[in-house]
């Protein structure tokens, strides 16, 4: 669109169209150019609706980029750093969609990595706080036998995150305020922490029994807390059913991916073990009735977002 003012959300590409008012607040390189040359978008993507699986940011990282490379923007100024918080921006700032950095990362920058967030507890503006630190550990893992099942039940991640959130939040500062023990909120999020820095240590060992093990124990500690925050049967019945159906069948661990009540789950497997896993949770999703159930094997890639011309002019 050619134009000077912000675009309207209403529910239509809500999205995208933060994605080119947050660049467009973020740079004036791409406001001049926006003004100057106009944009039209396309979107397709493979990854469900509502899946856990991070589809909504999809859309927002693709927009960015595509515009960065279309535009030729500065690549320091428009880093993909940068770009990685404007996708968060755009979802919490734009669009009041409670969210945090991982989904935002992960596919531009790509491989097997261990976050670290500290300093971005508030959210505050982009330079106000740290960048994500993201560390690749590919280069020592490049393989990881994961099999994984989104289950088919849709859900909205900022109706998990909202709450959780805000109640973390709450807990914190009066923990800061006043001192004393950790408040629940505040434990469990650093039993998760404890189990991401051990898996890190595990997953460099090549340790993968430790790794696996660990992975459960950060699910049990997100489902423990959100059964506090209220949540029926805490991170969701057909998850947790999938998660101890992989562990009752020799999975080394596994474990929530996304936000829960819905979405997707994943399990760490010895080598030559993921077809049988595949048929056990195809019989146990059946059997719950997940009729919109699909399984899947990930894999590792190297490479985040590419940009690609696909057609001459184009």
């Not at 009735?289 to 490479?303: D, K, M, S, V, W």
Request: charged residues 20%.
């Amino acid at each position: 669109p050619r134009t000077t003012t912000p675009l309207p959300y209403d529910g239509q590409l809500d999205l995208l169209k933060g994605a080119i008012n947050r660049l467009r607040r973020f740079s004036p390189e791409f406001r001049q150019k926006l003004s100057a040359q106009g944009v039209q978008i396309t979107t397709w993507t493979e990854v469900p609706r509502q899946s856990g699986l991070g589809g909504s940011s999809l859309f927002v990282i693709a927009a960015l980029a595509g515009l960065r490379a279309l535009y030729q923007l500065n690549p320091l100024v428009h880093n993909d750093y940068v770009l990685a918080e404007l996708t968060q921006r755009v979802e919490a700032k734009e669009l009041g969609i409670a969210c945090g950095f991982a989904d935002r990362y992960v596919p531009l920058f790509g491989g097997l990595a261990y976050l670290d967030y500290r300093g971005k507890l508030h959210h505050n503006d982009i330079f106000e706080e740290p960048y994500v630190t993201y560390e690749r550990l590919d280069p020592w893992m490049e393989h990881l036998t994961l099999v994984a099942i989104c289950t088919g039940i849709q859900h909205d991640s900022g109706d998990v995150h909202g709450p959780m959130r805000a109640r973390y939040l709450e807990e914190h500062a009066a923990w800061s305020k006043n001192g004393g023990d950790y408040p629940s909120m505040v434990q469990f999020m650093r039993s998760a922490w404890e189990t991401a820095w051990r898996g890190k240590i595990a997953l460099l060992h090549n340790d993968l029994p430790t790794f696996g093990r660990l992975m459960s124990e950060n699910h049990a500690a997100v489902n423990a807390m959100m059964s506090y925050c209220g949540f029926d049967d805490g991170a969701g019945q057909a998850n947790n059913m999938l998660i101890e159906t992989a562990l009752e069948n020799g999975a080394l661990g596994a474990k929530l991916t996304g936000a829960g009540q819905g979405g997707s789950v994943f399990a760490l497997v010895h080598p030559g073990e993921e077809a049988h896993l595949k048929q056990v949770w195809q019989q146990a999703a059946d059997k719950a009735g997940l009729e919109h159930a699909f399984i899947y094997q990930p894999a590792i890639t190297r490479r985040g977002a590419i940009v690609e011309q696909i057609g001459e002019g184009d």
